[in-house]
């Protein structure tokens, strides 16, 4: 066969077809604008979700498909092997470092970001729901808003410098 020519087995053209897909959606990840964390992950989310609808074979070849080239979790992820996952986690213990997300593992809550959107597109591609392009999208934006509202830790209350009130007591 002629593509033995360029790989020597097919768990060689896997690793290839599946390096290659991951490096196409790590540069629509990376492309992304900076953002304050929680506009800045449901950006993460949304791109994620077109991404399988965009490049079907791409998105099979990362996150369906054994190619060889797919990350386990923990090891590898605790490695830095997936530049995406350590991005987000990255911006996630920045945005703990600042107050605005409580604390956690940053990897576990990444890894928990990304499946909650996974489970959903995985959904939508095996026909579970009965939705356009659009209308997905738009599900999965709110879900991403659900999401990383439970991420974020509102701002701590000011302090509040009130005078005592002198008054009469009612009886």
């Given at each position: ?10 768990e ?5 077809v599946?390096?290659g ?5 790590q ?6 604008p ?38 386990i979790?923990?090891q590898d ?8 996952i ?8 920045e ?5 605005q ?10 890894m ?13 591609r095996?026909g ?15 879900a991403?808003?659900?999401?990383t509202?439970?991420l ?16 009469r007591?009612?009886?």
């Open positions: 066969m002629a593509v033995y020519r360029h790989f020597e087995s097919k060689d053209l896997l690793r290839a599946g390096e897909a991951f490096a196409a959606f540069q629509r990840i990376f492309g992304l900076e953002a304050p964390i929680e506009t800045w992950l449901r950006s993460v989310s949304r791109e994620y979700a077109q991404f399988a609808l965009d490049d079907p074979g791409q998105f099979e070849a990362c996150f369906v498909l054994r190619t060889h080239a797919e990350r979790y923990p992820f605790r490695a830095g092997k997936s530049p995406v350590s991005l987000i986690a990255k911006k996630l213990e945005a703990q470092a600042s107050g997300l409580g604390s956690g593992d940053a990897l576990e809550l990444a928990l970001f990304w499946a909650q959107i996974h489970g959903l597109v995985m959904l939508h095996s579970r729901f009965s939705l356009n392009r659009n209308e997905f999208l738009a599900l999965c934006d709110r991403g808003r659900l999401i509202g439970g974020i830790q509102p701002p701590a209350p000011r302090a509040h410098t009130s005078k005592k009130r002198v008054g007591r009612l009886r």
